[in-house]
């Protein structure tokens, strides 16, 4: 399978825990985005990756929210003393470098995280 | 990236053809309007997209109006597989910029 892999799939974890997410990017795709859902909303936008530098941050993305793309590959999502208005599904996403043609983003399975 | 309006919901019968509506108002001349729809549990997926002649691919067609101002999507022989929420989306071609869903329409696609 050649799409955006997220792992893990789901996480439960208590309030005050820390958790890191990765997401696999589609291979030869420079732009990563992450994405948060909560339940009957639409994704909303926490950070833009372009190779290994961050360009955009969104408000959402708290002090507690770290995110990092150190090769340009892969990308990993932490949350650290989770809350449990953490709760939700965090969307990874990708798109090909521009020039191509190709403007849409590919959305990964989603990782949905359950703060007890 | 224009603001967009969409019903909460709407029911298809299975093999009839699913019209979906959006208005966006206020897009600018060079903004392009994206078509996404999220199956349960599983990450959104691209459709179509059209700046302002109808388009049309595999899995379905955009029917763009004159003035832009709203399109349909058409979904042309519904089956129950394409029960999902259904985003309308606005932006600008080549942007790198992030996706701004709204909340989009539940199609239910009924037997």
């Known amino acids: 399978d050649t799409g955006v892999s997220q792992d893990p799939r789901h996480k439960i974890t208590k309030r005050g825990q820390n958790v890191t997410f990765r997401c696999d990017p589609i291979?030869?795709?420079?732009?990563l985005y992450w994405y948060r859902q909560t339940l009957g909303q639409g994704p909303e936008f926490l950070t833009y990756?372009?190779?290994?530098?961050?360009?955009?941050k969104s408000r959402l993305l708290s002090d507690r929210f770290s995110a990092e793309r150190p090769k340009g590959s892969f990308s990993t999502l932490e949350i650290q003393r989770t809350e449990q208005g953490d709760s939700a599904m965090y969307l990874c996403?990708?798109?090909?470098?521009?020039?191509?043609?190709?403007?849409?983003?590919?959305f990964g399975p989603g990782t949905r995280l359950t703060v007890l | 990236d224009a603001k967009t309006t969409q019903p909460t919901s709407m029911d298809c019968a299975e093999g009839r053809a699913a019209n979906l509506p959006c208005n966006h108002s206020?897009?600018?001349?060079?903004?392009?309007v994206y078509w996404y729809r999220q199956i349960h549990s599983q990450g959104p997926q691209y459709i179509i997209h059209?700046?302002?002649n109808n388009e049309t691919n595999e899995m379905a067609s955009l029917i763009i109006t004159e003035d832009r101002k709203s399109s349909t999507l058409i979904l042309p022989h519904a089956t129950l597989r394409d029960t999902a929420v259904y985003y309308c989306?606005?932006?600008?071609?080549?942007?790198?910029?992030?996706?701004?869903f709204g909340s989009g329409t539940q199609l239910t696609v009924l037997p």
């Open positions: 996403a990708s798109s090909p470098p521009s020039g191509t043609g190709v403007n849409e983003q590919f």
């Open positions: 059209g700046l302002k």
């Open positions: 291979s030869e795709h420079n732009r």
């Open positions: 989306i606005v932006r600008v071609a080549g942007s790198a910029r992030q996706l701004t």
């Open positions: 990756f372009q190779n290994e530098a961050q360009l955009e």
């Open positions: 206020t897009i600018s001349g060079n903004e392009y």
